[in-house]
């Protein structure tokens, strides 16, 4: 069975950094490019950026690219959203999702993880 | 970037009844075009690909049609597990700069 399990809720003080992961299983995880997909409270979906596990290649939105990097662990088939500095912008749900279909929409998603950013 | 653009913003509809979605691109995003389904509190869950092919699992309901800029999904039937916010994802351009519609949530009447 596929799953990406995402790590859980964090409340972090703007300037902080921080790190979320999403642990694939269930397929070959450097097959498949995993996307991660912003939803700021009470709003609409954003794509954010992609990793190829296989070689760490990224391509961001440029709404995002320079605030997060996307990271992955082909030995434990994890990957990262992380950032260095915080906002209290950054407050929202993020997603993981991959596209075993083999084209550029998501089939599978993480169950997602909620970033608080508050001082 | 693409601008997607979905209307109407809400849908109020009676179990049973037809509800019809309109998902517009700013310029030709071919059939590159994918629906989803989001639940409160839930992930989002893909329903239709390529414009018009359901995914694994989706009931037959569901219909997806449309090329280029516009782009329709239809629920033939609403159940009462239908009532959700339904986005529309353009998956066409090169470097990937993939984007959603703002949603359009489909509520009983």
């Known amino acids: 069975e596929v799953q990406l399990v995402q790590s859980g809720a964090e409340v972090k003080k703007p300037g902080e950094s921080l790190r979320i992961s999403c642990k694939a299983s269930g397929y070959s995880f450097t097959n498949y490019w995993i996307s991660w997909v912003r939803q700021m409270p009470g709003e609409g979906l954003e794509w954010m950026g992609r990793i190829n596990p296989s070689d760490s290649y990224t391509n961001y939105s440029p709404s995002f690219e320079g605030h997060v990097t996307i990271s992955a662990d082909k030995s434990t088939s994890t990957a990262y959203l992380q950032w260095s500095s915080l906002r209290a912008s950054d407050t929202a749900m993020y997603y993981c999702?991959?596209?075993?279909?083999?084209?550029?929409?998501?089939?599978?998603w993480g169950q997602g993880t909620l970033v608080t950013v508050s001082s | 970037e693409i601008v997607m653009t979905q209307s109407p913003a809400t849908l109020s509809v009676s179990p049973g009844e037809r509800a019809t979605l309109s998902c517009r691109a700013s310029q030709s995003v071919s059939s590159n075009l994918a629906w989803y389904q989001q639940k409160p509190g839930q992930a989002p869950r893909l329903l239709i690909y390529g414009a018009s092919t359901r995914a694994t699992g989706i009931p037959a309901r569901f219909s997806g049609s449309g090329s280029g800029t516009e782009f329709t999904l239809t629920i033939s039937s609403l159940q009462s597990e239908d009532f959700a916010v339904f986005y529309c994802?353009?998956?066409?351009?090169?470097?990937?700069?993939?984007?959603f519609g703002q949603g359009t949530k489909v509520e009983i009447k």
């Open positions: 999702a991959s596209n075993l279909g083999g084209e550029y929409y998501f089939d599978y």
């Open positions: 994802q353009q998956y066409h351009n090169w470097p990937p700069t993939w984007t």
